[in-house]
C-alpha cells in the first residue's frame, strides 16, 4: 500500500511538471540562435479562406537582423498583425525552421554591437 501512494505522488508530480513546462516555456525559442532587427518598412500584405472558410491576412517582413557579435542575417518571417514602424524585435532563428518567434524590446536591451547595426 505504501508503494502504491508513493508511486500516485511520484505519476502525479511527473505529470504537473509537464503541464507547468507545456505553459510557461516557449519551445520555439529552446536552441534557436538570437538576432535583432528593427521595423523599418511596411510589410507585404497577403490575405486568403483558411479551410474552415475564415478569412485571415498576414504580414509578411523580410529585414536584416544582427546578432550580439553584429553578424548580418536574412529575417524573413510572418505576423499576425501589422507591427509598429521603428519597433525593435529579439527575433529567434533556427537552422532548419527560420525565424520561429519573437517580441517586441526596448533599444536598450538590445547589445551594443547589434545597436550599431540597427541605426
Known sequence: ???LFISLIVIIVIIGGAMLAIRFINFNRLGADTYYVKITQDPKITSGHASDG??????NYNLPGYNKD??????EF????????DAYLEVFWKEDKGV???EEVKKADIPKKAAEQLN
Open 78 to 85: 510572418i505576423a499576425q498583425k501589422n507591427l509598429r514602424k
Open 70 to 75: 553584429g553578424k548580418e542575417k536574412d529575417m
Open 54 to 59: 475564415s478569412a485571415y491576412t498576414d504580414y
Open 1 to 3: 500500500m505504501k508503494k
Open 100 to 102: 520561429t518567434s519573437y
